[in-house]
């Protein structure tokens, strides 16, 4: 039996710890913590405003469910190209030109007449996300230095910022008027215009920042050899299927049971500001604490959990089942952290990162579109409820194993042949 010495133990190479003294710890806290709370409100403060949107474009239930769809199936179908074009422009460059784009499509998109274009724009204002989930760790984990663990922490912090912001600002930014849905979603656009300044000054600094290929033979083989790369991609799009489904569908549920349009929003953000709290904690308990899969599966449970209360305990107030939900929702911000942590180098970080995030957005689409689907076949909200509880369970087994000790970097490269002893 053949033994191999045990790799050395992870640390920032010295190129690494030059291209983050060139980027700055500064600049690149301020980089991180604008593209994070811009990556979400332009899909987040839709849901509250559903009904205001389709009503106004004439369109109904159908409309409804495919744009809580659509930024999961954008994400996924553009996530997809995000590692070629960043192989061109760098990670930095990408980042910075898909948020132009992210700006015009926010700021255009509550002003056209046809619902046609306004599904166009909305695709438009999701790239820089659907980019951004691909190569902002990728690009945290080529500039961060000594700094990852706290700029994952930060990423993952104010991701969940921004997604409460956009649910919960979301009718109030109306301002009472019967149009005012198209001034709440232009807010974001305007928003949107900050981080392209500061990156463009990143970009100065880090000018074209792919990281290099590793040398010929090093890092062969498919990420799909990996399982602990499928079961992130599996836990990654069930816990979007869940975050996606509560973002457009929640809140309709919640107004059909008799709650108002303003506390159904809020209710959702509350949701999401639980994101807040695991993005503060999950780097670290990722990084350091026993029983990990067993932490992680649990999320999954929880998640089911908040289902079956709503469904079955209508009574108690749907506060308490957001707040179960949003613990459960503490699998997104593993997920992501989960990615540079299972992985040591930048390049398999970015090829995981591009691998787990398009495929599991494009699963997590199914998800809205399935329960919608239910819905409108059954008119039985319960049936609804008992779907995404499914999914829930089906989260805590992904969970489970995605959070196994286990580096993809050494689960992709073919066995060495054995060696004849003579």
Known sequence: MSTRPAPPAPGPAPAATARAAAVGGLLAIVAVLLVAV???????????????????????????GLLTALPCLT??????????ISR???????????????????????????????????????????????????????????????LMTLYSVVLAVGGTLGAGLAVPLTGGEADGWRVSLQTWGMLAAIPVVVWALVLRRTGHDFPPAPPEGALRGSLLRSRTAIALAIMFGLQATNAYTQFGMLPQILTESGVSPARAGLTVALISAWGIVAGLVMPTVIARAPGLPWIVGAFGVLTAAGYLGLWL??????LVW??????????????????PARSRSALVTARLSGMVQPLGYILAAVGPLLAGALLDLTASVPVVLGFLALTGLGLAVAGFRAALPRMVDDEIVPPAPARAVG
């Open 38 to 64: 811009n990556l979400r409100p332009g899909a987040t403060s839709v849901g509250p405003l559903m009904e205001q949107v389709v009503g106004a474009y004439g369109q109904g239930a159908a409309a409804a």
């Open 322 to 339: 957001a707040c179960v939900l949003g613990v459960g929702g503490f699998a997104f911000p593993t997920a992501i952290a989960l990615i």
């Open 88 to 150: 061109r422009l760098g990670l930095t460059g990408t980042v910075l030109a898909s948020f132009v784009l992210v700006g015009i499509g926010l700021l255009l998109r509550p002003t056209v007449d046809s619902f046609a274009l306004f599904l166009g724009l909305s695709v438009l204002a999701l790239l820089g996300p659907a980019l951004g989930n691909v190569l902002v760790p990728a690009w945290i984990k080529l500039h961060g230095g000594r700094r990852v663990v706290a």
């Open 313 to 318: 305990l209508p009574g108690v107030s749907p």
């Open 75 to 84: 994400f996924g179908v553009l996530g997809i190209a995000a590692v070629p």
